[in-house]
């Protein structure tokens, strides 16, 4: 044993940085939401749906960017009610782009990219629905719900069913599209659908995602502290929709959404088309062999999880694990060496792992296939 | 030693009782301002200077109260600058009584009193200046600033001093009084001052407090949010104002503010006269005898800390510890068993413990004596 | 949401006592393996391979003792070899039941069971066999390895084997049976299998156990300090095997052991026969519907896991839920809201779940169905 | 990245390395005993006392090696009784310097030394008594108590008094020396006294090494397990005598002994005389100026303590601080920045803090001088 616990020691040191305030407490449990880019994309944190004091939210918008900036986003959008004014005695008939404009007033000295968006606020249909990368929040005021619609195609936006699940406006939670919906669809005037909302998850949802060919949308929505909803401070996070961009810039994100390029993270669960979940996971998981144990057949694999998620994975190769079954939990920002019984020693082993966080569709889960060469011992870089 | 750890074990176990939200998060940590009542007195946490939207702030008043009921405070006070009003391109002209109105509705349903209040913005002198328990801040509004102070004292206000060593005002940082704020205080215009103010702390304040004779206070003056300055999901608290009242009400606090029957709380350290802050400390630790161990003359001692400060206790007594040294942390929320050599077995034991986190006057530490009857052995209770 | 945010709060606090030493540390983390009882029989923990400086472990019987108490065991057995002896020089000719007399002597004022045992230590085949509730140990120290096995049966000792996954005996880490070992079974002298020893883990062990209708075992075998080797201190937990006994007494568990009627828990995974292992999870975690939310047909369920486990669980129901994917994770003493959308609103529920970290053999995963009454509605009874 | 991680470093973030055991668990709480070096001296971390199988402890001598280097241990001695041993029917007539052999031995492989040691056990006077740096053992074994020591200085032994404050020889706790001490002390047979044993500080036996010119020893004198007894696994430490020892070596280590070039660590406070004290409190924490705040004259001082151990200390400047009273806490591992109002904006600034967890001898604290220049300020490095 004293030669493997040896390679752990050298390889399974995992270093936490950790930031000390002036009041001498320990930032090591803020939360940050880190994941790996994928080939030929950044991978950016987005949450675009929430709510500041100029609808009915309850922060000013600079504590939205704050909260960002905490957390580790990259992009936010706060969404204001165009229709819906709880605050218009304190703050009446405001600018609609006044929020945007506040916002990226507090984030000018930060990396985080705020994009202008809207809530256009109806009854059902089309209930509510969000429209981001706007260029002016004012005209898609509208009496008429199908112009608000028609002034946001006119400015490129992109457009997406608000909480289809929210029980206000559907008494059994169950999402549905109704001929309006479709009609907005057909005419190119919504794009997404949020499968995720604040603290509600909807498999419905994710299955008219697939059916109208929409791109998959979570967002926090929230209108009180993310630290309070989510718990950040003790390792939880708000949704996120993961968005696979090939500029870190506005362009790039609206082209990646209008191209379903997403994966939305919720309660450390990914649902994502196979084309963007796949890479995103199998970067998420570092997995390299250690080399063989002793002289036995059984290879010690390392899988470092530098994320903050935890995953659920379960062994498809034809080998079993010397000292662990064949489901296991991958924690958070941990280093966990797997010892499996390949029989013969191989120079190369393929490891298949489904990850059970992790959908394309409802009890869709994806498997992916890590190729390990055998022959990097670390003993031989030492 | 089994008997005496028998003991420990039947004594020394403490409860917490924490809520798990949906989210399966533990709130554990969430810090509660929480300090046992004094003779005659409940002991009231509050925090009478903070802003929202509605001045400076970034908060709409809501989360204030929000704030408070999570870290447990019995009273605030949103005290907006009534001459500085930044948003006021977005919030025009407001009523200066609008944020306390608010915030008395979001606290209409919890235990929490809030209290109407002021802040008179001024250059040095007089500097900024809290009114507090006023009936209409709107005229408190004025262009000179001792028309302000004659309306604040026309509705009975108590008023204090804010950060008198805040940096901007003062480069050395050294709290002042200048001939303007003596004639505050000799008209009856001028009741305290801040010797603790967000996260600065003034030993020169409290020398100012006792030489004229004003009120000890405390406050956060929170911009932005509580959790975020004081780290108090990780055990920080914000700072407070203990106010001994003989009611649990607006009267009885203003009473007691206008008497001086306060204590400062500031990172674990407690600021008050002897009156209030020898009864408070008493109380804040439970001191009890468990009994002689054994045939020998080393009486067991517990010490149970109820509340979530931390003290620094040096022994005064002629007895030395038989596992301690003189000075010695008692924890938040513990229960420490301390075994005093009394060199004979006595049937009454004193023990006098002077507080170094806790101070009357710069350098001015409290003696508290603890008497304990030796004789109500728990073993006879069981 | 405030109704149901009532409903949380009445009902999801969980109580933790935690013991505070002298030290003023704090023993929250201590682990305590503790499972509920099944109908008709006591869920005890018991591990019955371990070893002490009376054969080649570190410990005087004493500490294992200890351990087991402060973990919560309820019975163990200090199984030394009975042909290896690298103490001798030291320790000369033991009497082999030395260790079991002393590890008695040291649970005599606790409720801890230390059963008589000894490992008979042979090379490859049998390699290594437990005999445990044997009468003597010494005349189980053969020269010939079946006179051994022999001596065990005249003893009715239950008898099992060590880690045939043991890559020192298997170089492949591959558990297999040999003759010998059939002949064993066969003449009665076999009763058991480790499915997991100390760190390992083997898919093999439990289709052997399968093939030839063994008891399901797992154990320690520690020979250090349970602390260091699973961090207990930091929530990790010993591998023990789960014995249903209708009674608390050694006769008791040994009747269990010979039916076959145990579960092995392990890095949080169970491995057990469908009659044991189905009322052990459907015990471990209370599940109870506290209401419809509102007007809707959105079932609000408390899942409560009293266990120091997890469990990771998969939705088999028609429904789906409101706030999470079909696959869950309840974490160790939590309590978590599933918010089940029923579509209609209905007098009883049944809830069937997916164990995805418990199996009957590899890769074969129990399903366990909770019925529950939707009237029972926690707003009547306050 | 490497910019900003280099300015992440620098400018005040503690960086923590925790390993993860392929269990994945944080030994990120484990404690290691660690104090830096004093100008011309190794700070050597070292206990003298303690016990395994081979007298009256419940270990083998290999788990005492283990323990001293999980907790970072730079000596120790496992000091059997030479009179005591309830063990004997198990492991007759010993060899008494067999526990030394095997200790020596488990070490062969880490940086721990392994120094020769007994306790000879008498009643009282002299009450138990160790020598370590013994050559033979088993001569000491005498049945006249003077004769034992006789041949301990025969082997130039070093020699103190263990516990003097033990109740079962001390009913009221109360070190004392006796005739026969004070005869060991001339003859030069006794050189050092415990003034901390296990859980047992004493006052009286510091007043005792002051007044007969004895080193200053502190041990755990453990017979079960440390992490047990001092709950290290959650940041809880053994009592040390640190050794300020010219060479890494055993030759070094006695010398500094005989020298009573000792502190003892014990609850986080330190016991020493001011020639050893002085230096190793003023290299415990790091203390240097960052600058003046803007245009203002208070000075940024950072306080970053690397060690394990808190530090309570008093400001004895004539300066105030504007964010702290004047007694503080420096947690473990931590970084504070303290703001010192110096009036006018100095070159160089001297700061002296009385160290409240310190002692020459009881209620005598250390003052220790921190000289900063105000000039290397960071932002110039940036």
């Known amino acids: 044993m004293k030669k493997s616990l040896f390679l752990l020691i050298i390889t399974g040191l995992s270093i936490k940085v950790s930031a000390q305030s002036t009041n001498g407490h320990d930032h090591a449990h803020d939360q940050k939401v880190y994941f790996p880019d994928v080939p030929g ?7 675009f749906h929430m709510h500041t004091v100029f609808s009915d939210g309850s922060v000013w918008p600079n504590i939205r960017v704050q909260e960002a900036n905490r957390e580790g986003l990259d992009c936010i959008s706060t969404t204001e009610h165009l229709e819906y004014q709880p ?23 930060s990396e985080l990219i705020v994009v202008a968006g809207s809530e256009i606020t109806r009854s059902m249909p089309p209930g509510h629905t969000n429209a981001i990368f ?21 400015q490129n936006a992109f457009v997406f069913t608000n909480h289809p699940m929210w029980t206000a406006q559907r008494k059994d939670g169950i999402a549905k599209y109704e001929p309006m919906h479709l009609e907005l669809i057909e005419k190119g005037m919504l794009h997404g659908i949020e499968v995720v909302n604040e603290t509600t998850f909807s498999d419905e949802a994710i299955a008219l995602a697939l059916k109208y060919d929409l791109t998959f949308i979570g967002t926090s929505d929230i209108h009180g ?6 718990d950040i401070p003790h390792g939880g996070h708000r949704p996120v929709t993961l968005v696979f961009s090939a500029e870190r810039t506005k362009e790039g994100m609206k082209a990646a959404l209008f191209n379903k390029q997403t994966v939305v993270w919720y309660k450390d669960m990914f649902i994502g088309r196979k084309e963007w979940l796949d890479p995103l996971l199998h970067n998420s998981l570092e997995v390299s062999a250690l080399g063989y144990d002793g002289d036995t057949s059984v290879l010690s694999v390392e899988i470092n999880n530098p994320t903050h998620s935890h995953y659920i994975i379960q062994n498809k190769s034809d080998y079993t694990f010397h000292e662990d079954p064949s489901i296991m939990i991958i924690e958070p920002q941990s280093t966990k060496i797997l010892s499996v019984k390949t029989l013969e020693r191989f120079d190369s082993v393929i490891l298949p792992f489904t990850f059970l966080n992790a959908m394309y569709a409802p009890d869709t889960y994806p498997t992916i296939f890590y190729e390990l060469s055998t022959k990097n011992d670390p003993d031989t870089s030492n």
Chains 1, 2, 3, 4 share one sequence.
């Open 41 to 47: 994309f950044y991978t950016l944190s987005c949450d």
């Open 134 to 154: 706007i260029e002016d929040a004012n005209p898609i005021l509208q009496d008429n719900a199908m112009d608000a619609f028609r002034e946001a195609r006119k």
């Open 225 to 230: 502290l993310t630290d309070w909803l989510y």
């Open 87 to 109: 605050h218009s005695k304190d703050i009446p008939h405001p600018d609609r782009n006044r929020s945007f404009e506040l916002a990226s007033h507090a984030a000018r000295n």
